[in-house]
């Protein structure tokens, strides 16, 4: 059997990933580059579709692949690129776009919160077509799992869907693809509103603890952020949200289970618990924020870390868009 492959991405959008990028996604990601063969992506070609400014996108191009190293990927065990310098994405995506609906698309619930936001007539085609590059981005390297939060979910069922309509169609080409989606960190959740996921053009400043913020900010947060009626420290997601969020972030980062945590705070009250978990999040976050500030300082090492990343992609994505071409019935270019 060779070792199952994971692929998955992350949008350089912000000036830092928040504890929802990194619980729900990244800290996946460097779990399972000791499993399993894996490509990790910085998706700069999505990073594009709501307007954006070339000098804050190429520092948050380097960021973002900083916090991966950062993080711990090591790129000795994974393979990071940036999104951009694998032009096979861009092609995969025009021909799974010519075997997706209008209609599938346009049910796309990010694409109609996103676009609802800009306006209809505002909203790009490229928003529009997000998830058909998504599908390319995981169906070129013949990904079985796809390590996501759940707000992803939708968009890798729309891949499974148009891998099976290509295979269906053209022939055996492409592997159908699996989510690989934690439950208790799949969702987490604003600090002010619980209601809603943790979320960097959702979520107000108070809501979101950045991985590379400052530790007395952090602590603040924590320390305002909303609970619920009552002193009890107990997990219900339907009377206590602000709390399992909190218990969730907790019983992740310290490797204990939720229950645990609530025989251990069982009549302590918010205070003493809310100090512990901040303690908690700053002691995880901060060796995270010096590597990132190590990566970042070298600029140089890290785009040769990039540049070795995107040459092993082009290799995998390559041999596949190549069998596609044929599958398609492009003439050979010669
Ligand atoms: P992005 O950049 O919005 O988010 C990166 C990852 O973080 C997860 N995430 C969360 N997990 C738990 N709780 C939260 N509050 C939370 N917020 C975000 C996301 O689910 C994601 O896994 N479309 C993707 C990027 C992408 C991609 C891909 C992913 C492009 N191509 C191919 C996988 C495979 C996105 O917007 O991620």
């Not at 490509?39 to 900083?66: E, K, N």
């Not at 290509?166 to 799949?186: L, M, Q, S």
């Not at 600090?191 to 603040?220: F, H, T």
């Amino acid at each position: 059997m060779p070792t199952p492959r994971v692929l998955s991405g992350i949008q350089p959008t912000a000036d830092s990933f928040h504890l929802g990028n990194y619980l729900g996604a990244v800290r996946q990601w460097v779990a399972l580059q000791e499993t399993h063969d894996a490509f990790y992506c910085v998706v700069d070609l999505h990073a594009i579709t709501m307007g954006h400014d070339p000098a804050v996108l190429r520092r948050r191009s380097r960021v973002a692949a900083a916090q991966l190293l950062g993080a711990g990927l090591d790129p000795k065990r994974c393979t990071i690129f940036v999104q951009s310098h694998v032009p096979e994405h861009a092609e995969l995506f025009w021909v799974l776009s010519c075997l997706t609906g209008f209609g599938e698309a346009s049910r796309m619930t990010q694409f109609k919160d996103k676009s609802a936001k800009a306006g209809a007539e505002t909203a790009s085609v490229g928003l529009f077509n997000y998830p058909i590059l998504q599908a390319a981005d995981i169906l070129l390297y013949q990904t079985d799992q796809v390590p996501v939060g759940e707000d992803q979910r939708q968009h890798l069922e729309l891949t499974r869907d148009l891998a099976q309509r290509f295979n269906h169609r053209f022939g055996e080409t492409f592997v159908i693809p699996g989510p690989y989606i934690v439950k208790d960190v799949a969702k987490i959740a604003d600090l002010q509103d619980p209601a809603i996921k943790m979320s960097k053009s959702a979520s107000s400043p108070q809501g979101i603890v950045d991985v590379l913020e400052d530790p007395a900010s952090i602590r603040r947060k924590i320390t305002r952020a909303v609970t619920d009626m009552g002193t009890e420290i107990r997990a219900d997601e339907e009377a206590k949200p602000g709390v399992t969020n909190l218990l969730r972030i907790y019983a992740a980062l310290a490797g204990v289970s939720v229950a645990d945590l609530e025989r251990r705070y069982a009549g302590t009250g918010y205070g003493a618990f809310k100090k512990d978990l901040a303690d908690l999040v700053v002691d995880a976050l901060a060796p995270i924020r010096e590597r990132t500030e190590e990566a970042l300082a070298d600029e140089a090492e890290l785009d040769r870390v990039l540049a070795e990343g995107a040459a092993r992609a082009r290799d995998v994505a390559g041999r596949t868009m190549r069998l596609v071409r044929e599958r398609v019935g492009f003439l050979p270019a010669r």
